[in-house]
Nanobody, 127 residues
Framework: VQLVESGGGLVQAGGSLRLSCAAS????????IGWFRQAPGKGREGVLC????????YYADSVKDRFTTSRDNDKKMVYLQMHNLRPEDTAVYYC?????????????????????WGQGTQVTVSS
């Protein structure tokens, strides 16, 4: 499975961005998709997860009510919509995938569960 992210950039605080993650697999709905981020000097943080068993599961309290994820299985795309961005949201954002079966048919919030990773896209929020 190959994952390619796009949509990052520079935005002012309070603004919005939508990240996209394109997947190359014929059985896209059988994969759990996790969104992670890594700020400079920090570890990789689970942000939000999507699977057909756990739609829109949040792992970072700070993004609840601001970030949502959606999936288009026909297009093999996953989106991370981010609103009301804050400077502390600045990070490299990654989408990651693991098969539903290997994940135990649930979302997983830590990076070690995921087998496939995108290249990351930088999101910078200015104050």
């Amino acid at each position: 499975v190959q994952l390619v992210e796009s949509g990052g950039g520079l935005v002012q605080a309070g603004g919005s961005l939508r990240l996209s993650c394109a997947a190359s697999t014929s059985s896209f709905d059988d994969y759990v998709i996790g969104w992670f981020r890594q700020a400079p000097g920090k570890g990789r943080e689970g942000v939000l997860c999507d699977s057909k068993h756990n739609r829109g599961t949040y792992y970072a309290d700070s993004v609840k009510d601001r970030f949502t994820t959606s999936r288009d299985n026909d297009k093999k795309m996953v989106y991370l919509q981010m609103h009301n961005l804050r400077p502390e949201d600045t990070a490299v954002y990654y989408c990651a995938a693991v098969s539903d079966r290997r994940a135990g048919y649930r979302c997983r919030d830590t990076a070690e569960w995921y087998d496939y990773w995108g290249q990351g896209t930088q999101v910078t929020v200015s104050s």
